[in-house]
């Protein structure tokens, strides 16, 4: 008679045949119910099927490697000024539709010029960073002055800069459409220009009154290329090209400042050497800029 462990062994070999064929069965439902959701989910289409089997056949392709973004390059100019980059008019004729002043006299307004100023020298490329403000010192609310062209270079060298070129200041100031003032052909109250009162009241000697103002104070008075102030507020020195050997007369006044004079972009005073000082007179700077 069998013993007791063989009656178990026995009992448990069909237990086990039964519980391979339920899972063999339970897998080839579970296929079934994937291939007809499959299929519900094409539509029933064998076509669309048969597609996605070879497409599943096909090895994977991994996506293209990631490539990362060259670096930004570094701007042109630092932060406080702005690249200028265009083709420069070496001579330019403006005429002048309606005048202010006896248009003879040396300092004459012009209320309006034609809105077409006409190249007649040569166009030469030109690139390089100037200050967008006239320069102020740190922890001062208004520009430098009593600047004369001797100051303005030390200054401007102090800083690692130099000071502008005549052509350099004309060019930033009119831009490629050579316009007469920086904002435009038709003079506009938006520089620090045309006051009247221009002296204190001195009974002893004639005396300037200071009447600048902060170096941001007139957004609008603004040239092509975003400079500030380049008519109106202060004179500006600059360098005469063609007169670097004529020390002590190297250089010439830009811009004009708050009196009622022309204050536009290309006329200059020449009359002073490069010692001259005064509290009209301020600084604006250049550089070179790397090629673009």
């Known amino acids: ?17 039964l519980s391979r064929r339920h899972i063999g069965l339970g897998a080839m439902i579970a296929v079934g119910i994937a291939v007809v959701a499959s299929g519900a989910a094409f539509g029933g289409d064998r076509a669309k099927a048969k597609a996605v089997a070879t497409l599943a056949s096909k090895p994977l392709v991994p996506p293209p490697e990631l490539v990362a973004p060259s670096a930004v390059a570094p701007p042109a100019c630092p932060p406080e000024m702005v690249l200028v980059e265009g083709d420069y008019c070496t001579d330019v004729r403006q005429d002048c539709n309606k005048w202010l002043d006896e248009e003879t006299l040396p300092f004459a307004r012009c209320a309006e010029y034609s809105h077409r100023s006409r190249c007649v020298g040569k166009r030469v490329a030109m690139r390089f960073c100037i200050d967008r403000r006239e320069y102020t010192r740190p922890g001062e609310k208004l520009p430098q002055n009593q600047a004369s062209f001797d100051i303005a270079s030390k200054t401007c060298s102090s800083l690692g800069k130099r000071i502008c070129t005549d052509n350099e200041w004309n060019f930033a100031c ?5 316009l007469p003032y920086p904002y435009g052909y038709e ?82 005073t020449t009359a002073h050497d490069d010692y001259f000082k005064d509290i009209q007179i301020g600084v604006r700077c250049c550089e070179g800029a790397p090629p673009g």
Do not use: I, Y
């Open 1 to 17: 008679m069998p013993s007791d462990g063989a009656v178990v062994a026995d009992s448990e070999a069909p237990k086990s045949a």
């Open 174 to 178: 009119e831009g490629e459409d050579m």
């Open 187 to 268: 003079r506009k109250p938006v520089c620090n220009q045309d006051q009247t009162d221009l002296f204190e009241k001195n009974p002893h000697m004639q005396v300037l009154a200071d009447l600048r103002e902060p170096a941001d104070a007139r957004p609008e008075c603004k040239s092509p290329f975003g400079v500030e102030n380049m008519t109106g507020n202060m004179d500006e020195p600059v360098a005469r090209e063609g007169f670097e050997n004529n020390a002590p007369f190297r250089n010439a006044l830009k811009g004009g400042w708050w009196m009622p004079a022309r204050n536009r972009c290309r006329p200059a």
